[in-house]
């Protein structure tokens, strides 16, 4: 036998390489020779060239030769650092390929549609063929393969025939990377191709699929985010362990764990970037000059900061990733993808008409093939652009463009929430919650712009928004949003009492003072000079009510009953069911502060309010008022058979409509029932951060006093002080008592004679010397009697 030359270095002609593959697929000449339609002796003179070449002196040394010429093809070649997360999508992609032979991976520039088809080529059983298609022209994809398969073009070979022949000689997995610019080029060969090579797979990456008939077309997502534990975590982890940092140690997951510090910030990254891969790997880079909190700080101003020097192309920084395809957009589509860019947050396609033009579906649908823009899911279905797009498509945007749509989703945001908020008081059902939850976002946005602006619309959205968070269950960012809009004397100016209650009623969780300041107002409006009664009964009501609720919450009793007597006397004569149960709600809430508390009378308050919101058909504030009753039971122990009843009924309902709010109040009280149960250990550690989060921080204090009570006493008193800061931010001076009680008794429990006192002291400002005499121990009565005369 002669000796062999090395394959893996002699290229061979498009014929050669066909008469290689039918030489392997054990054809005669004669075979050959008829498949590829030349004469015998045409496939002999190409064998005896195929052995001179291969080193081969035999038929069988021919097949070995071409073995091994595949095996040198088989090799991917891959990026040595990790590939994390797309378990899921591997798989799937297996399942799509064994179904449909031909899949394109789609989505937007950088989330890595390169990478994973790479890797599934790596880790499949057919032997890959490997193309690089970005810089090809139409013309330049067949013979891009042939040199994939060392096939050479010879003057007037008809490669296209070569290339067909080739893939047909094995199975292979034809791997065509970037064929945006060419796809119909791509459409033609691949079909030419499976008709004749049945065990052929193609699968082909592309920001948008080329349409044919054959294609199936799997959507790629950026890296999953949300938690410490997330893929785009894991993904940010590694590189930042490769590239090394200035400030402290590389980071990585093979070695020390990282600081929960550094996990949180490097979570708070990741979901900035929205999981994009080639983002996390750009601030990766980035965090070798700058600490990982620098970073997360300049991410949330812009993405300037996300740069590289190398490597060159494409995909050295996000700008020149996403002009490829914004270079195929049309004037239109470019049109639509600004204003649809400077929305604020989701859309559907009525959001995406009312800020672009009537039939705005086909240019939508457009965009989505792109992969410019991303479903967030949700009926109608919702979509976004990545954070990280809406900055690039920004930077190319007229800003008089972006204050024209910013209002126009005002308006239309407006709109849709003052005909929702008139049917929200009876509607608890589950298609009236998740508008809400879709709808609330959408106004907060549209508020804070408003206020921004000092647009007309401010009021009317501050109030919609605030009957959503309060019938359906609230936010923390709303919330807040509200109390920008409850502070701006630009907006109060035109309040009536009405929409000052309704603001009222949604900031009763989170600020008691600027409750009162609400409530001032609306009295003097009503007690105007002008002796109109500052807009009649309606709204003395609502004046009268707000102030009530801020009196009930401020621990001005008198005051508070005085208010709601006046309050439910308007109610009753105006046939109003629903304003004369929410008046009793509240009057029950004023007779659970004195001390002693009027148990009994706030009971009965809470049940009439029960029954008065069933007149008036509102079930989820039936379930509200039931809460209150429950808790109050609770808090007495009283009727400890009835709380558990009341408790189950609160917990079904809130599970039967998906309200959150509802429910960890009902959790809130299951706990207060049986606070040492360790079945309520997990409940009692979660309640204060789920309070937080929907921005209730009256439930916040009670939830982490319960935590106080399970806990060592000398861990205590950090748990109380928690507390109590809580119950200051939100001027709740009722709370305030409540944990400044606790806080001296942990003091002194703790053997702090000194702390104690002190405690006692802010004690005595807050409630009063009464209060803090009754809270003093026994052995500081004396200190504290001579420190209160000094």
């Given at each position: 036998?002669s000796a062999r030359t090395?394959?893996?270095t002699?290229?061979?002609t498009a014929?050669e390489g066909?008469v290689?593959a039918?030489v392997e697929?054990r054809?005669s000449?004669p075979e050959?020779?008829?498949?590829?339609?030349?004469?015998v002796r045409?496939?002999?003179s190409?064998?005896?060239?195929?052995k001179?070449?291969?080193?081969?002196?035999?038929?069988a040394e021919?097949m070995?030769a071409a073995?091994?010429r595949?095996?040198?093809a088989?090799s991917v070649?891959l990026p040595r650092?990790?590939?994390?997360?797309?378990d899921?999508?591997?798989?799937?992609?297996?399942?799509?390929?064994?179904?449909?032979?031909?899949v394109?991976?789609v989505?937007?520039g950088g989330?890595?549609?390169?990478?994973l088809a790479?890797?599934f080529?790596?880790?499949n059983d057919?032997v890959?063929?490997?193309?690089e298609?970005e810089?090809?022209?139409?013309?330049?994809?067949i013979?891009?393969i042939a040199r994939?398969?060392d096939?050479e073009?010879?003057?007037?070979?008809?490669?296209a025939t070569?290339?067909?022949?080739?893939?047909?000689s094995?199975?292979y997995?034809?791997v065509?990377d970037?064929?945006d610019?060419v796809?119909?080029?791509?459409?033609?060969i691949v079909?030419?191709a499976?008709?004749?090579a049945?065990?052929?797979?193609?699968?082909?990456?592309?920001?948008?699929?080329?349409?044919?008939?054959?294609?199936?077309?799997?959507p790629?997502?950026p890296?999953?985010?949300g938690?410490?534990?997330?893929a785009a975590?894991?993904?940010?982890?590694?590189?930042?362990?490769a590239?090394?940092?200035?400030a402290?140690?590389?980071?990585?997951?093979?070695a020390?764990?990282?600081?929960?510090?550094?996990?949180?910030l490097a979570?708070?990254?990741?979901?900035r970037l929205?999981g994009?891969?080639?983002?996390?790997?750009?601030a990766?880079?980035?965090a070798?000059?700058?600490?990982?909190?620098e970073?997360?700080e300049?991410?949330?101003?812009d993405?300037?900061?996300l740069?590289r020097a190398?490597?060159a192309?494409r995909?050295?920084?996000?700008?020149t990733?996403f002009?490829w395809?914004?270079?195929l957009?049309?004037d239109?589509?470019?049109?639509?993808?600004?204003?649809?860019?400077?929305l604020p947050?989701t859309?559907d396609?009525d959001l995406?008409?009312?800020?672009t033009h009537?039939g705005a579906?086909g240019?939508?649908l457009?965009?989505?093939d792109h992969?410019?823009?991303?479903p967030?899911?949700g009926s109608?279905r919702?979509?976004r652009l990545?954070?990280?797009m809406?900055?690039f498509?920004?930077?190319?945007?007229d800003?008089?463009?972006?204050?024209?749509?910013?209002?126009q989703h005002a308006?239309?945001v407006?709109?849709?929430t003052?005909?929702?908020?008139l049917?929200a008081?009876?509607d608890d059902?589950?298609?009236a919650?998740h508008?809400?939850?879709?709808?609330?976002?959408?106004v907060n946005?549209?508020?804070?712009?408003?206020l921004?602006a000092?647009h007309?619309s401010?009021l009317?959205?501050?109030?919609?928004?605030s009957?959503?968070v309060e019938?359906?269950g609230?936010?923390?960012?709303?919330?807040?949003?509200?109390?920008m809009a409850a502070?701006?004397e630009?907006?109060?100016a035109s309040a009536?009492p009405?929409q000052?209650?309704?603001?009222?009623?949604?900031l009763?969780?989170?600020?008691?003072?600027?409750?009162?300041d609400?409530?001032?107002?609306?009295l003097?409006i009503?007690?105007?000079?002008?002796?109109d009664g500052?807009?009649?009964?309606r709204?003395?009501?609502?004046a009268?009510?707000?102030a009530?609720?801020?009196?009930?919450?401020?621990d001005?009793d008198?005051s508070a009953l005085v208010?709601?007597?006046?309050?439910?006397?308007i109610?009753?004569?105006?046939?109003d069911?629903?304003?004369?149960?929410?008046?009793?709600q509240?009057?029950?809430?004023?007779?659970?502060?004195?001390?002693?508390?009027?148990s009994e009378?706030?009971?009965?308050e809470?049940?009439?309010a029960?029954?008065g919101y069933?007149?008036a058909?509102?079930?989820?504030?039936?379930?509200?008022?039931?809460f209150?009753l429950?808790f109050?039971?609770a808090?007495?122990?009283?009727?400890p058979?009835?709380?558990?009843?009341?408790?189950?009924?609160?917990?079904?309902?809130?599970l039967?409509?998906?309200?959150e709010h509802?429910?960890?109040?009902?959790?809130?009280?299951?706990?207060?029932l049986?606070?040492d149960?360790?079945s309520?250990?997990d409940?009692i550690?979660t309640?204060?951060?789920?309070?937080?989060?929907?921005g209730d921080?009256r439930?916040?204090t009670?939830?982490?006093m319960?935590q106080?009570?399970?806990?060592?006493p000398?861990?205590r008193?950090?748990?109380?002080?928690?507390?109590l800061?809580?119950a200051?931010a939100?001027?709740?001076?009722?709370?305030q008592a409540?944990?400044?009680?606790a806080l001296v008794?942990?003091?002194?429990?703790?053997g702090d004679r000194?702390?104690?006192?002190?405690a006692l002291d802010?004690?005595?400002?807050v409630?009063g010397?009464?209060a803090?005499?009754?809270a003093c121990p026994?052995g500081?009565?004396?200190?504290?009697?001579?420190?209160?005369?000094s």
């Amino acid at each position: 036998m002669s000796a062999r030359t090395d394959t893996r270095t002699d290229t061979l002609t498009a014929r050669e390489g066909a008469v290689l593959a039918a030489v392997e697929r054990r054809l005669s000449n004669p075979e050959i020779a008829a498949e590829l339609f030349i004469s015998v002796r045409t496939v002999e003179s190409h064998i005896a060239s195929l052995k001179r070449k291969l080193g081969a002196a035999s038929r069988a040394e021919l097949m070995a030769a071409a073995g091994e010429r595949r095996e040198h093809a088989a090799s991917v070649r891959l990026p040595r650092n990790a590939f994390v997360g797309r378990d899921t999508e591997l798989a799937a992609l297996a399942d799509l390929l064994d179904e449909h032979h031909w899949v394109t991976i789609v989505g937007p520039g950088g989330v890595g549609k390169t990478r994973l088809a790479l890797e599934f080529a790596s880790r499949n059983d057919r032997v890959p063929v490997i193309v690089e298609l970005e810089h090809a022209e139409p013309g330049d994809v067949i013979a891009r393969i042939a040199r994939a398969l060392d096939l050479e073009a010879g003057p007037g070979a008809d490669v296209a025939t070569s290339v067909v022949m080739a893939l047909a000689s094995h199975p292979y997995l034809l791997v065509l990377d970037n064929i945006d610019r060419v796809g119909s080029a791509v459409g033609e060969i691949v079909a030419r191709a499976q008709a004749t090579a049945i065990e052929l797979r193609v699968l082909t990456t592309s920001r948008t699929p080329i349409g044919d008939a054959a294609e199936t077309v799997y959507p790629l997502a950026p890296l999953a985010v949300g938690g410490t534990d997330a893929a785009a975590v894991a993904m940010f982890l590694d590189r930042l362990g490769a590239a090394g940092r200035a400030a402290a140690a590389p980071i990585r997951l093979s070695a020390v764990l990282p600081s929960p510090t550094d996990l949180g910030l490097a979570a708070h990254v990741c979901e900035r970037l929205d999981g994009l891969p080639l983002a996390i790997e750009l601030a990766a880079a980035v965090a070798r000059h700058l600490s990982l909190g620098e970073l997360a700080e300049r991410l949330d101003r812009d993405f300037a900061t996300l740069d590289r020097a190398v490597p060159a192309g494409r995909h050295r920084t996000l700008e020149t990733a996403f002009e490829w395809t914004w270079d195929l957009l049309t004037d239109e589509e470019r049109a639509m993808l600004c204003r649809l860019a400077a929305l604020p947050r989701t859309f559907d396609i009525d959001l995406a008409a009312a800020v672009t033009h009537a039939g705005a579906e086909g240019v939508v649908l457009r965009l989505l093939d792109h992969s410019m823009l991303v479903p967030t899911g949700g009926s109608p279905r919702r979509f976004r652009l990545l954070a990280v797009m809406r900055e690039f498509v920004h930077a190319r945007t007229d800003p008089s463009v972006i204050r024209e749509v910013l209002e126009q989703h005002a308006v239309y945001v407006q709109k849709v929430t003052d005909d929702f908020v008139l049917r929200a008081r009876t509607d608890d059902s589950a298609e009236a919650l998740h508008l809400s939850e879709t709808l609330c976002p959408e106004v907060n946005a549209a508020l804070r712009w408003a206020l921004a602006a000092q647009h007309p619309s401010a009021l009317a959205l501050a109030a919609d928004l605030s009957i959503g968070v309060e019938q359906y269950g609230s936010d923390v960012d709303s919330v807040r949003a509200i109390a920008m809009a409850a502070r701006d004397e630009r907006v109060l100016a035109s309040a009536t009492p009405q929409q000052l209650l309704l603001l009222g009623d949604a900031l009763a969780y989170l600020d008691v003072e600027l409750l009162g300041d609400l409530a001032d107002r609306a009295l003097a409006i009503v007690d105007g000079d002008d002796g109109d009664g500052g807009g009649g009964d309606r709204a003395r009501l609502a004046a009268h009510h707000l102030a009530g609720m801020a009196d009930a919450y401020g621990d001005r009793d008198a005051s508070a009953l005085v208010h709601l007597d006046e309050a439910e006397r308007i109610a009753a004569s105006l046939g109003d069911d629903w304003e004369r149960a929410a008046v009793r709600q509240m009057r029950g809430i004023a007779f659970c502060h004195p001390s002693p508390p009027q148990s009994e009378r706030a009971m009965v308050e809470f049940e009439a309010a029960m029954r008065g919101y069933a007149l008036a058909g509102d079930a989820m504030h039936v379930n509200n008022a039931r809460f209150m009753l429950a808790f109050a039971s609770a808090e007495w122990g009283l009727e400890p058979e009835r709380a558990e009843q009341l408790v189950s009924e609160c917990i079904e309902y809130a599970l039967s409509v998906g309200n959150e709010h509802e429910l960890a109040h009902a959790y809130l009280v299951r706990a207060k029932l049986h606070p040492d149960a360790p079945s309520e250990a997990d409940n009692i550690a979660t309640l204060p951060a789920t309070f937080r989060r929907l921005g209730d921080l009256r439930c916040v204090t009670r939830s982490l006093m319960l935590q106080a009570g399970r806990v060592r006493p000398d861990a205590r008193v950090g748990i109380i002080e928690e507390a109590l800061s809580v119950a200051e931010a939100a001027g709740d001076r009722g709370h305030q008592a409540m944990t400044l009680t606790a806080l001296v008794q942990a003091r002194w429990a703790g053997g702090d004679r000194v702390a104690t006192l002190a405690a006692l002291d802010r004690l005595a400002a807050v409630a009063g010397a009464d209060a803090a005499s009754a809270a003093c121990p026994p052995g500081l009565v004396e200190d504290f009697a001579g420190a209160a005369a000094s």
